[in-house]
Structures are given as C-alpha cells and as structure tokens.
C-alpha cells in the first residue's frame, strides 16, 4: 500500500489472522489490514478499524470502536453480538452463512450412522475381543426431523432424502417447501414435530429465544428409542435435563458437537456416557475454511468499498 490514507481498514482478530492479511493484500492493495490475533493488539487498535473480522464480537471493546462501521463474522452465528445489539444499530453485521452446510451435514449424516448402528459398542467389543452379532434396520425406514431449516439444516434435509430417509423439519415460514423435506412444522409446533423423529438435529440460529428451546417437555415429547444431534449452539438444549434423560433411558443417546460450557468440563457425565459421543464443536471447520471465508468476505469488502448492499447481511433485531 502506498503512503496514501487507505480506503478501509479492517482489523483481524482471528487465529487464521495472517492468512487474511496475505489475501486482502493479493486482491485489495488500497485497503489496510491490520492483524491482531491477540487482545492486546485487539485493544491496541480497535479505534482505528472502520471494520472488523472475528469469529466473536469482542464485546469488551465495543466503547472504544469509535470508527467502526462493518462487523464480519466468520462463523454462521452472531449471538456474541447480543448484550450490545441495543447499541450497535450503525455497525452492520454479516457472516459467513453458507460455508458450513455441506460438511455439517456430513458430520450429522456420520453421526446418524454411528447413532443407529451403536457403533460405540462395536469399538468396545473390538477392544474387548468379542464376537457379538446383531441385525439393524436401514436408515431408509427411519425419520429425521431438521430444527430449524436455515442454510445449514436445509443442506442435512436433502443428505438425509438421498440417504432415503423420510424428513420433517420446522421453520417460521411453512408457506415455502424445502427440498428434500417431507413435511414442514411451525417452529412453534416443536410438541408434533420431535414424536414422529428417531433422529432429532438442532440447527437452529442463536438467539435469545432459541436459549432452553429443548428441555424436559421437549425430551418428553421424543420416542425412547430416538437420538438428538446438535449442531447449533449448547444452550438450545438444557443441558442438565439432556443428561438426566440419557442417564434414566428416556431417550436413546445423543451426539453433541456444542455444549453450555466449552470446552466441556472434566466433571461432566457426558465424557463417560456410553450412549453419547461429543466432539470439541469441530462439526463446522472445513480444512479450508479461510478460503471459504474469503470468498465471501472479499465479495463484501468489494461491496464495501462501492457501497453496495453486503451479502449474508444479518438483522440483530432478529439474529439472523
């Protein structure tokens, strides 16, 4: 860059900060790019950003982000962004919807399999040296609902249909099909969508009123034989009544990607349960997710620096 005032700067808060860099250089000469992939820098130069790319909005630095004007998240969610959304009405806010969807499913869709044939047991008879035999019915027999059937969630509807399964899924708006499902729910109408399910996926956005949306009327709505996957955020589902219900058998098992605390403590039952895998919240992170980042962070630097309306712009009103 010259020694002109650059047309934006952004500051990159990221551990993938430097990558960043290297990219808006290749493609963005006039634009600055500052990287902070620690507080300190963060703190150091936060008065300068007119935009921001982070996967949390540091929200402790908020007062002293006089000049910014744009926030790009690099994950799907901006629930981070909620205790200050009163105040930072003049930020816009987009994310990187869309990135995630084809390896999320990939995760539900192996979590399925892993769920249905108890392919724990099969590792510890493995390791046991027993010879255990069993018959398991196809997938192609059983049914899988989609909480909410955004980008992510509507890309694991069309993966279970090709798997043959037949699919239900809630949504605000009924009024539009969604490929791949075999009937729609309000997302009010949780109590007749979860009985008809023996695979439940929660993909629903973060906001305050998806906080405990499965608890233990929701449990109690499930078959005993069903399975709940999470890939949304820990606190859809309370966490304590989840446990208790897949200690006493009233649901199957589960597979957990996101949890109330992360990393998940030491002490929580979860660890141990044989009906239960968990996994460190790794379910969206494709190997090249930089790259899938850039793709439409750097579509919306150009929008930026035109003044165009920017691509997977999010309503904090709503959170999504």
Known sequence: MTGES????ILL????????????GERFPQVRAIVAPDSGR??????????????????????????LRWFQCTGAGVDSMFPIREKAGHIAVTTARGIHGDLI???????????????RRFLREQSE?????RVVAPLADMT????????????????AKSAGMTVV???RDISVPVAGVDRLFASDDLRNLLPRCDFVVLAVPATPETIGLIGPAEIARMKPHAFLINIARGNVVVESQLISALQRGAIAGAMLDVFERE?????????????????PHVAGNPADYAERVFSIFGDNIERFLKRQPLKNFIDLARGY
């Open 263 to 279: 990393p998940l403590p030491h002490d929580s039952p979860l660890w141990d349960m044989p009906n239960v895998i968990t996994t």
């Open 6 to 9: 650059p047309e934006l700067t």
């Open 13 to 24: 808060h990221h551990p993938a900060a430097e990558t960043f860099a290297r990219l808006i």
């Open 129 to 133: 040296r027993k010879w255990h035999p």
């Open 105 to 119: 499913a990939d995760y539900v869709m192996a979590g399925v399999t892993m769920l249905h044939w108890d392919f």
């Open 169 to 171: 899924g809630s949504k």
């Open 42 to 67: 963060l703190k150091q130069y936060i008065g300068e950003a007119d935009a921001l790319l982070a996967f949390h909005f540091p929200v402790e630095v908020f007062a002293q982000a006089k000049k």
């Open 144 to 159: 899988l609902g989609v909480v909410g059937l955004g980008s992510i969630g509507s890309t694991i509807a069309r993966r």
